[in-house]
């Protein structure tokens, strides 16, 4: 799904919807969600925490698995998708 797409016709707006459609919809036992990293896209680290808590909201141990992650990289040398263990503290720095 292209949110920035999609949206307008499945009315999936925030990764909490994606998750939601995901399961009920598509019947999917995973769904990973990796946000854009820069401020235009609108990664802030506000935005990353909710998206953070929003994931294990929609986990459902042995039925689906939500994973909410970012993209990192410069379009000049390509990028990677991380995802982090939401259960670990995570210390986020501006």
């Known amino acids: 799904m292209d949110g920035a797409k999609d949206g307008a016709h499945t009315h ?3 990764p909490a919807d994606a998750y939601q459609f995901a399961k009920r919809t598509q019947h999917l036992d995973f ?8 401020s235009q896209a609108g ?3 506000a935005s990353y925490a909710k998206g ?3 994931a294990n909201a929609a ?3 042995g039925h689906f698995v939500a994973l909410y ?3 990192y990289g410069l ?6 998708n991380h995802f982090i263990d939401s259960s670990l ?6």
């Open 75 to 80: 379009i000049s040398h390509g990028w990677t």
């Open 89 to 94: 503290p995570i210390r986020l720095h501006s």
């Open 31 to 38: 769904l990973g969600i990796s946000e854009h990293n820069h």
């Open 59 to 61: 986990n459902d141990d």
């Open 52 to 54: 953070l808590s929003e």
């Open 43 to 45: 990664m802030h680290l």
């Open 69 to 71: 992650g970012m993209e």
């Open 12 to 14: 999936v707006l925030t």
